[in-house]
DNA sequence: GTTACTGTAACAAGATCGAGTACAGAAGGA
DNA sequence: TCCTTCTGTACTCGATCTTGTTACAGTAAC
């Protein structure tokens, strides 16, 4: 099941900050657009101002803005700023050391996740936010 | 982002059941390999039973094995059957539909989160359960 | 100095997961 | 027929994560 919707949300504020031109967008008109409190929105635009895919100033007249072209940011390294961890959770526990699958399954089953996760990230890598924003544009 | 060891824990669930030879073993044993709670083990394998890859026999002498030759079980298979929803959640609250980038933003993102899912479960597929058991064999 | 912002801590509410207990029901064996 | 050995499932509990919220310190423009 799906976990958080940070990933979602980020690309949301990011395709406003390129749906503008340049301008800088405060929290606060953001958490509008996306129907949410201006606290979570400054909490995804750390991480992403973290990764370097926004620039924020601080301040009266401060907000965020895209730190690069939005052609230049494609979903993945949106999906790495905001998302931590495995896609596939292991064993809450470790299997038993003593039963010859428990010893190796993980080992056994590691390439397998590691590629599935791979090609996830290989396709979000095919689109941008200036992709996103196009089809936006285009749904109007 | 992590999901839940459902999957994991299902694959290695199969695994014992092909590394043995058609024998059927309790939920008991199998959670001893696993190293968690029988019940926990029952659960998954009501689970993989609906989904026809383990057919169980209750009372007593019973237990469960594979429906099908564990090289016609491939992961894919096995994550449809545990895990259900979608990939990535989307927005909590729905996005603001004055705003002409909150109101295209879940269209317009729709088919490239499909993509990567997509991705993710042909990259599943190309795995069996059986590839899975010769993985573990080779690590003894 | 005032105003308008961000950054972050703290907290509540809700969901989900793993783990565990309990018990009804099914099936084999004495 | 009764007992033992299993499964199936409902229910509960604690831990963790996420979202939404308030509160407040810090920063920058005017």
Known sequence: MTKSSRFVIATHVLALLAHGDG???????????????????????????????VATQE????????????????????????????????HPQPPNPQCPVGCHIQAALEPTLDAAEEAMAMSLAKTTVADVVRQVRGAT
Not at 63 to 89: H, Q, T, W
């Open 59 to 90: 301040g009266a007249k401060g907000g965020s803005r895209l730190a690069r072209p939005a052609k230049e940011i494609n979903l993945l390294a949106v999906y790495r700023a905001v998302e931590e961890g495995d896609l596939f959770a292991s």
């Open 23 to 53: 301008e800088s967008l405060t929290s606060e008109w953001i958490a509008g657009s996306v129907n949410t409190n201006a606290v979570v929105i400054r909490r995804i635009l750390a991480l992403l101002a973290r990764a370097g895919l």
